[in-house]
């Protein structure tokens, strides 16, 4: 999927949002900002978008988002634990209807042989009380990882929570 693709998959999910009258924020980590970004480059953002947070240190996911400093240390930044305190504390501190948050290793270091470059974890959050997260690998650069993440994150919060 290429940019076009992800600015018509924002368009979409803006869609559905205005429809549901609802709102979402997002809780960024690995991709610094892009998703709030494709959300926003779309005209009438503002009906739907009200704040996103980019918590990219382990402070700022504890100051901003309220993850637990023993999380962070248990299972660290990139870990299904994480990123559901982040959909949820982001949902919270934004008063959004849905939530979606990224954590990941894009590269080209920091990974481990337990957490390679290319895995991301996702997070879920809805006003209604859902929460879930998933994991993925991807493969590619820095910049490809942070598009493949960006667009996962998208086209889950369509699939999966708006088009129900």
């Known amino acids: 999927m290429n940019e076009q693709q992800l600015r018509q998959l ?12 609802a709102s979402v924020t997002c ?9 709030a970004k494709a959300l926003t480059d779309i005209a009438g953002s503002s009906a739907y ?16 988002l309220g993850v637990a400093e023993t999380t962070l240390n248990a299972h660290g930044a990139v870990s299904e634990e994480v ?6 504390g982001a949902l919270h501190a934004a008063q959004a209807d849905f939530a979606l948050s990224v954590s990941g290793i894009a590269g080209p270091d920091g990974g481990t042989e337990f957490k ?3 895995t991301v974890w996702f997070g879920f959050a809805t006003k209604a009380g859902q929460i879930s997260a ?3 690998v991807f493969n590619g650069n820095r910049d490809e990882i942070r598009l493949q993440a960006t667009i996962f994150a998208l086209q889950t919060l369509v699939d999966k929570f708006l088009k129900k």
């Open 10 to 21: 924002s368009i979409d999910a803006g869609e559905l949002l205005k429809a549901r009258g």
């Open 27 to 35: 809780a960024e980590s690995c991709t610094g900002g892009w998703i």
């Open 49 to 64: 978008f009200d704040r996103g947070f980019v918590t990219y240190s382990n402070e700022a996911k504890h100051d901003l």
């Open 83 to 88: 990123v559901r305190e982040m959909a949820v």
């Open 116 to 118: 390679p470059v290319g």
């Open 134 to 136: 998933e994991k993925h």
